[in-house]
């Protein structure tokens, strides 16, 4: 039977600004990760996903070949404050680390 791990943090949404970038990276040198994220107001009482794009294509589900690191473009215009971006994964993997660069416009969310 295989555990699923969820991994959750929430995102502040910056004032004037409609697109939310998150860069997330595999950090495990050996396997690819593969994984769904779910990405929601923190507001919001059902949850509703919000639209989360790679090279303008929809999507939710995703893999990371050991090393790699993908940019995804999340629409945050009808949020308020914050979003819960979460990472599932349904085999391996053991959380995430999130670390954001004032410098930079991404999240980094790195999968260990």
Known sequence: ???????????????????????VKNMNENNSRKFNMNV????SPTKELL????DNQLTHTDTL????E??????????????????????????IKISR???SKAVNIHIK
């Open 40 to 43: 929601y107001d923190s507001d």
């Open 70 to 95: 993908k940019e995804y473009k999340i629409d945050v215009s009808s949020v308020g404050k914050k979003v819960v971006f979460e990472i599932i994964q349904k085999t391996g993997g053991s959380g």
């Open 65 to 68: 070949e050991p090393g790699a």
């Open 51 to 54: 639209p989360v794009y790679v």
């Open 1 to 23: 039977m295989s555990k699923t791990n969820v991994s959750r943090c929430t995102i502040p949404k910056k004032k004037n600004n409609n697109n939310l970038y998150v860069k």
């Open 101 to 103: 660069n004032n410098k």
